[in-house]
């Protein structure tokens, strides 16, 4: 891996041991993101969506590489109604409980790539990765530089995958977004395919 943080992250992974993770965000409301389908010559396809209401799916995902294992995709999500009171967002606490079940799942130390949200810079969070640095280091991707996430590529997946489903109401979205993310899971050629797509690779 190249570029900035990457790079650093990508050494210090060599010197450790340990997993390089790469994390991100992102969210599907009930309108449908564009995909591509098939369709009858000079007729564009028109998918029409009955749901109503307003709310949608937040999710957090990570990529995980490392050299002679098989890639991982270690996620969560949340699904946001719009009720009075509910957090508009992934909390710090969250994201802490992610980073936390990846370091079980993965069963070594994590060497994590992230950007600079605000929740990620919060001094709960700094506090966190201080109190874990025995397994844990933190670096930042570039600004500006999502093309540089392997992890993009997962969301633009899920995407493709539910671009053309119309769904009724916020129950059904959930389902679909955690179906797509699961048969990612178990494919790890598309993870692998999502790092070769940024231009990085895991060589020395």
């Known amino acids: 891996m190249e570029e900035g943080g990457v790079a650093a992250g990508k050494s210090t992974a060599a010197v450790r041991g340990a997993w390089i993770v790469c994390e991100d965000e992102a969210s599907q409301s009930l309108r449908s993101p564009r995909a591509r389908t098939w369709g009858r010559v000079g007729r564009t396809p028109v998918v029409r969506v009955r749901g109503r209401g307003s709310g949608r799916v937040s999710m957090a995902g990570m990529t995980c590489f490392k050299n002679g294992e098989r890639s ?3 996620y969560s999500f949340r699904v946001h109604r719009g009720r009075k009171g509910e957090p508009k967002g992934f909390t710090w606490q969250d994201y802490r409980d992610l980073i936390v079940r990846a370091h079980h799942q993965l069963r070594g130390p994590i060497v994590l790539v992230w950007d600079n949200l605000r ?8 506090a966190f990765i201080a109190e874990n640095d025995d397994w844990l280091t933190v670096f930042h991707f570039p600004a500006y530089a999502p093309d540089l996430n392997p992890q993009e590529g997962i969301w633009s997946l899920v995407k493709r995958t539910i671009g053309n489903l119309a769904v009724a109401n ?22 692998n395919g999502c790092l070769t797509g940024t231009g990085l690779t895991m060589d020395a």
Do not use: F
């Not at 929740?119 to 700094?126: A, R």
């Open 119 to 126: 929740t990620h810079l919060m001094p709960q969070m700094k």
């Open 72 to 74: 991982r995709l270690i």
């Open 170 to 191: 916020l129950d059904q979205l959930a389902t679909a977004v955690k179906r797509s993310l699961k048969k990612i899971q178990y494919r790890p050629h598309l993870i």
